[in-house]
């Protein structure tokens, strides 16, 4: 795990601690240490949540180094862990009534914004369950997804939907796409700029580009034992954060809301697209 001292999105030093779960169960991490996967004795490492007073950008420290990462993306959909296995996942997501399922609503919030017809990139699409959502939504829409995790391409392939694995770098593709959706995503890196820079390069002059992410707001209205924050995830966004990071990268904010989904939980969603 890696000490963060400095805000890794504007690296001030100047913070202020909004959150300790230093007492709090990691069942991420449980697991993978009663596997074997991982050997980290978390129980007596202090686990904090800070907000940079430079920025405003809530981060996690320590947080997983890259290796111990892949281990946890790796086997953290595994039967034993979630007592289901990917396809049970996928069937239960995607038999949701439309309007109990938060993916047919993030549909109905982008129906407002985009065109009958387009190409559609989810980055990090896990086992496609918001593309699938999307297709049966937007019929006229082509529809890919690309995941890091091994495994995820030949199942959603199998239901139809086409996934390319492996991380989006500079050279994935050699075209634009005129949606590209982050979904529950960026949360998992240790700063946003980055990603956020190299998306431009697969976005049009019209394109559109929908963040959604867990809300700082959380932290005031989940208990701190809640799974958010556990060790999967980075960095915590409030709506003004995510908004001025986006415009600092060279966005332009098209819409924007902090709310609660049908799971009751926080979250931001952005919808930005090119200066
Ligand atoms: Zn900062």
Redesign the pocket.
């Given at each position: 795990m890696i000490n963060k001292k400095y805000?890794p999105?504007?690296e001030?030093g100047k913070r202020k601690l909004i959150l300790d779960v230093s007492g709090e169960k990691d069942t991420y991490l449980d697991y993978l240490n009663s596997k074997g996967y991982l050997d980290i004795d978390y129980k007596n490492i202090v686990r904090q949540y800070w907000q940079?007073e430079?920025?405003g950008?809530v981060y996690r420290s320590p947080v997983l180094d890259k290796n111990e990462k892949e281990i946890l993306y790796e086997y953290f959909r595994d039967v034993e862990f979630r007592g289901e296995n990917r396809q049970e996942y996928f069937n239960r997501i995607t038999s949701y009534p439309r309007q109990e399922s938060e993916n047919y609503e993030k549909c109905r919030f982008l129906e407002k914004y985009i065109p009958e017809t387009g190409t559609l990139l989810d980055v990090g699409c896990g086992a496609g369950v918001f593309i699938y959502a999307f297709k049966n939504y937007f019929q006229k829409w082509e529809v890919l997804g690309i995941e890091p995790t091994e495994g995820f391409a030949e199942f959603a392939e199998k239901e139809g939907i086409k996934v390319d694995y492996g991380y989006l770098t500079e050279n994935t593709y050699d075209k634009t796409f005129n949606l590209i959706s982050l979904i529950h995503v960026l949360e998992h890196v240790d700063s946003p700029k980055p990603m956020l820079s190299l998306l431009k390069k697969y976005l049009g002059s019209k394109s559109l580009l929908y963040i959604e992410s867990p809300s700082v707001k959380d932290i005031d209205y989940l208990p701190s034992s809640h799974d958010r924050f556990m060790s999967q995830h980075d960095v915590i966004f409030s709506e003004s954060f995510l908004q001025n990071c986006l415009r600092e990268s060279g966005y332009e904010i098209a819409a924007s809301e902090d709310f609660i989904s049908a799971r009751k939980r926080n979250n931001v969603r952005i919808l930005a697209k090119l200066l």
């Open positions: 805000c999105n504007c001030s940079c430079g920025c950008l």
